[in-house]
């Protein structure tokens, strides 16, 4: 039973990374592909957690949950800092090479 959840957690993680490696234009594309490949994660310490019957799992997924909340939220003040500065496209190619 477990091991179809883990399957399920391996398919999004290389997902994932597959996104980061392919998607090279898009910012905020970018940054949902991290929330996904972070969420594979939790998801894999709480299914683990739940086999062993140990509350690690748990702990570190919510400590993951938190540092995935404020990268996103780092992440969406540059855009919109950027985009109010600019007014340019929200591409990283615009984002190389400047300084904000």
């Known amino acids: 039973m477990i091991y ?3 399957f399920f957690t391996l398919f999004l993680f290389t997902f994932s990374l597959f996104g980061i490696i392919y998607n090279n234009k ?3 594309i970018t940054l949902i592909i991290i929330e996904i490949l972070l969420f594979s994660v939790v998801l894999n310490f709480i299914f683990f957690s739940i086999s062993l019957n140990l509350l690690y799992g748990y702990f570190y997924s919510i400590i993951i949950l938190g540092i995935a909340a404020a990268e996103t939220t780092l992440g969406l003040t540059l855009v919109v800092s ?8 929200l591409q990283i190619s615009c984002f ?5």
């Not at 950027?82 to 496209?89: A, E, G, L, V």
């Not at 190389?96 to 904000?100: I, Q, Y």
């Open 4 to 6: 179809n959840w883990l």
């Open 26 to 28: 898009n910012l905020i």
């Open 82 to 89: 950027f985009f109010k500065s600019t007014k340019k496209d």
């Open 96 to 100: 190389r090479g400047t300084s904000l």
